[in-house]
């Protein structure tokens, strides 16, 4: 299924007609490997002549965010960054609290543990978020 045909599946379960803007802010999203907040994707959107106003950049970011298109990523402080989940490998975040570096991982042997955790307490895993906020070690 194409990227524009998909929008337009998510917006009408939501109730929401298609738009141009919010199809911006889908591409936007989804033509970036770059973990990026709100403000940044509706800047980027104004530099390209897309006039949009923030709250459909903030609506259509939630919509996405909903419906397992786009990763909602907490930082801390109240911030959230966001990443397309489509085509994007399943990874975890380690976020350095003096830069705000941002190193994505993947370890096989983590999410095995995961997921018997998981089982050995009667659950079936559905998805999760791993988070590492670190600080580079001192010499």
């Not at 990227?3 to 009408?12: G, M």
């Amino acid at each position: 299924m194409g990227s524009k045909s998909l929008l337009k599946n998510v917006l009408r379960k939501e109730g929401l007609r298609y738009t141009f803007q919010r199809q911006a802010v889908w591409n936007e999203l989804e033509s970036s490997a770059d973990h990026r907040d709100a403000e940044d994707i509706y800047f980027r959107l104004w530099r390209n002549k897309i006039r949009i106003s923030r709250a459909t950049v903030y609506r259509t970011i939630d919509i996405l965010v909903k419906n397992n298109l786009v990763r909602k990523m907490e930082i801390g402080d109240g911030r959230a960054l966001y990443e397309a989940r489509i085509g994007n490998e399943h990874h975890d975040h380690m976020i350095c609290l003096d830069t705000g570096t941002i190193t994505e991982f993947y370890n096989e042997d983590l999410e095995q543990l995961q997921e018997k955790i998981v089982i050995e307490h009667g659950y079936e895993l559905v998805r999760h978020v791993h988070q590492l906020f670190v600080r580079p070690l001192k010499k």
